[in-house]
């Protein structure tokens, strides 16, 4: 009976969202958001190269019981674009995403994050625990795991081999808008991902990685900080770039229950690749 309910739950909450637009203020930098349905506050967050838009079959299957406001991180589509290497330091976006709950006159939300969105989700709540209900986590393992993997695995260094490409001072001038959008799959979508990078900063973009992401030699480094709130990880299988292995003993970092969905088939990009699992996944979860 309960099954029943939910799945006619997420069918109405599937149907007409109203979109709004709003900017929120995170000590000077203009953070972007775009925010749909009432309820509960879940606040997702997208990674590279990505925009709040990656997150629309979601908004839309939550917004029935959820307010859900997706943000633009900064250096991104109508967010703020502030020079400077240090200006995408992981304690200032973990700002934007407190900036944005503040905004919206909350004390705490459901995190969602993706690749980047992820890192910072990981962090957030790490740091800011006080603000976190729930954690969701698409195709971004554990710190630690990463950590590991990096350190250990030949295959995710040999494959992480686009990350220290982007650390180089230059990188940001091989990247052009068409060829970042030449992963999104339906026309219509790309067409709109062209238009936000083309109003995005390439040096920002390349700075999450200079400023933030481990860098030669690696090593495994073990985070004593431990997640509190109840965690769903979901990860597309077919991930070149973060390898599944990395996800093992996760559950050894967390106080509370881990649930772990893989999706065979699924890239990277597993919220468009596998959008309509992902949404029942993530209303499920929530409304258990």
Do not use: C
């Not at 908004?59 to 020079?83: C, F, H, T, W």
Request: aromatic share 10%; net charge neutral; charged share 20%.
């Amino acid at each position: 009976m309960r099954i029943a309910v939910l799945a006619a739950a997420f069918t109405l909450a599937a149907s007409a969202a109203e979109y709004k637009d709003g900017y929120a203020d995170s000590n000077g930098v203009k953070i972007h958001y775009v925010t749909t349905g009432s309820g509960p506050l879940v606040v997702m967050i997208h990674g590279f190269p990505d925009f709040w838009y990656t997150w629309r079959d979601q908004m839309e299957a939550l917004s029935g019981q959820y307010q859900v406001a997706a943000i633009d991180l900064r250096g991104y589509n109508l967010s703020d674009k502030p020079a400077g290497e240090e200006n995408y330091d992981m304690r200032l976006l973990l700002g934007d995403v407190a900036a944005v709950i503040k905004h919206l006159g909350r004390e705490k939300a459901i995190i969602v994050g993706h690749d980047w969105g992820g890192a910072i989700s990981w962090q957030f709540t790490f740091n800011m625990p006080q603000m976190v209900e729930k954690l969701i986590i698409l195709n971004l393992p554990h710190p630690n795991g990463l950590s590991r993997e990096l350190a250990t695995s030949e295959k995710q260094k040999a494959n992480s081999a686009y990350a220290r490409r982007f650390q180089q001072p230059d990188s940001h001038t091989k990247l052009a808008a068409e060829g970042l959008a030449g992963w999104v799959k339906d026309p219509a979508a790309k067409e709109k991902y062209i238009e936000a990078f083309k109003r995005s900063d390439f040096n920002a973009m390349m700075s999450y990685y200079r400023r933030n992401y481990p860098k030669e030699p690696y090593e495994a480094r073990i985070t004593p900080q431990r997640v509190k709130v109840p965690v769903l990880m979901i990860h597309g299988l077919n991930d070149t770039a973060l390898l599944a292995p990395a996800l093992n003993n996760t559950w050894e970092w967390l106080d509370a229950d881990l649930t772990l969905v893989t999706i065979p088939g699924a890239g990277h990009f597993v919220q468009q690749d596998a959008s309509k699992l992902v949404s029942k996944t993530i209303f499920s979860w929530l409304n258990r």
